[in-house]
């Protein structure tokens, strides 16, 4: 009988111990789940911080400072939901310095980056005007063709046939 009885105390003991871990390893989880909010909440916070700094630098056109300042947003915060305002923020500090290759390959990654949208649709014809101030009809001739062919938006597939049509004039009379 005494067997019995340690033997019992040791189960409700093991027992005890088993469901005191199990209560902990669940108090754990839940304040590691709480810390990992706090670290995402914090970091959104700075990202916002940094993207006010680089829009407050375009204000004070100091352009090279709000350039650098979305570059290091784009590297700290990828996939951060204010990804595409911080690039159309680098793209009109291109467009102000006349950067027009940065600009080209900063609008062609928002395109990239927001194929379905309307606004990346957009950035896609910004890249293309830029490549054709820049020479390289070639690059841009591909995109508005792309723009053309592939684009569920009429009036962006518009401008692009307008573009088109432009380059082919401006073709012809260097041809003359």
């Not at 159309?88 to 980056?113: F, H, P, Q, V």
């Not at 063709?145 to 073709?171: H, P, V």
């Amino acid at each position: 009988m005494r067997q019995n009885s340690k033997l019992g105390k040791l189960i409700s003991n093991l027992f005890l111990c088993f469901l005191l871990m199990g209560f902990g390893s669940g108090i754990s989880l839940q304040a590691e789940r709480s810390t990992q909010e706090i670290f995402a909440k914090e970091r959104d916070k700075q990202a916002d911080l940094l993207y006010q700094k680089a829009k407050e630098f375009l204000e004070d056109r100091n352009h090279y400072q709000s350039v650098e300042t979305c570059k290091s947003f784009l590297i700290l915060y990828p996939g951060h939901p204010k990804t595409r305002e911080v690039r159309k923020t680098l793209s009109t500090n291109y467009r102000m310095t006349g950067d027009i290759l940065a600009l080209a390959e900063n609008e062609l990654k928002i395109y990239k980056e927001f194929p379905n949208t309307e606004e990346g649709l957009e950035s896609y014809l910004v890249s293309g005007k830029a490549y054709v101030r820049m020479g390289r009809e070639d690059k841009a001739y591909q995109i508005f063709q792309d723009i053309i062919k592939n684009t569920y938006s009429s009036k962006i597939a518009q401008e692009a046939e307008l573009e088109l049509t432009q380059m082919e004039i401006l073709g012809e009379s260097k041809n003359k």
